[in-house]
C-alpha cells in the first residue's frame, strides 16, 4: 500500500476535515522529498521511537486543544 493511500485511510478515520499536517506529508510523499524506508523498523527502533515520543512535553497548542474538547464532551447534550 502506498504511503499516500495509508494517509488516506488515516485522514478518514481521524481527521475527516483538511489537516495541513497529513498535507504537507503527502506531498513530501508525492514530490519526491520523503521515501519510504528501505527496511521497516524492528520492534526495538519502534518501542525507542515510542518512548522518545512519550517523554517529549505536549505544546500548549495540544493542551489547549485537548482542553477544550474535554469542556465540550463533559457538557450535556439535549436529545
Known amino acids: 500500500m502506498s ?3 495509508i494517509l ?3 485522514r478518514s478515520l481521524f481527521a475527516p476535515r483538511a489537516s495541513e499536517h497529513l498535507d504537507s ?4 510523499f508525492e514530490n519526491g522529498m520523503m521515501k519510504e524506508p528501505i527496511r521497516p523498523m524492528s ?3 519502534l518501542a ?3 518512548r522518545e515520543f512519550r517523554a517529549a512535553p505536549a505544546s500548549d497548542w495540544t493542551i489547549a ?3 477544550r474538547r474535554s469542556v465540550g464532551a463533559s457538557v ?3 436529545a
Not at 506529508?25 to 513530501?28: E, F, K, L, V
Request: hydrophobic share 25%.
Open 3 to 5: 504511503p499516500t493511500t
Open 76 to 78: 450535556p447534550r439535549d
Open 43 to 45: 520492534d526495538q527502533e
Open 65 to 67: 486543544k485537548l482542553s
Open 25 to 28: 506529508i503527502g506531498d513530501a
Open 48 to 50: 525507542r521511537a515510542i
Open 8 to 10: 488516506e485511510r488515516i
